[in-house]
């Protein structure tokens, strides 16, 4: 089992910049492909953006790609999500998921997907 943890979410200006983090504690870090999803006030969760257990693929949704670049560092148990030129249709609760993978080079995108997932942290862009 792991336990995943979400910082980093803020009010920024439109045009702005954040990085979110995600740490993970409990079962080895390297076993797991990594997810980040995001979910506005009455709407669903959707998928942002995903990266394999290797680290070596990424994909994300067409709405972030180009803005969004998703990361893991490995010693430090963390995955990252470097958000640029927001917009305000970017504002949500944003939430880190992980699951363990039948292949280390596959992505998931799918909510139902993933087994475990952190308590979100919140992104408002302001226009």
């Known amino acids: 089992q792991v336990r995943l943890v979400e910082s980093g979410g803020s009010l920024v200006q439109a045009g702005g910049s954040l990085r979110l983090s995600c740490a993970a504690s409990?079962?080895?870090?390297?076993?797991?492909?990594m997810g980040w999803f995001r979910q506005a006030p009455g709407k669903e969760r959707e998928f942002v953006a995903a990266?394999?257990?290797?680290?070596?693929?990424?994909y994300y949704a067409n709405s972030v790609k180009g803005r969004f670049a998703i990361s893991r560092d490995m010693p430090k148990n963390t995955v990252y999500l470097q958000m640029n030129s927001l917009k305000p249709e970017d504002t949500a609760n944003y939430y880190c998921a992980a699951t363990i993978p039948m292949f280390q080079y596959r992505v998931y995108t799918g909510v139902g997907e993933y087994d475990y997932w952190g308590q979100g942290t919140q992104v408002t862009v302001s226009s």
């Open positions: 409990g079962r080895t870090f390297s076993s797991y492909a």
């Open positions: 990266i394999a257990r290797s680290g070596s693929s990424t």
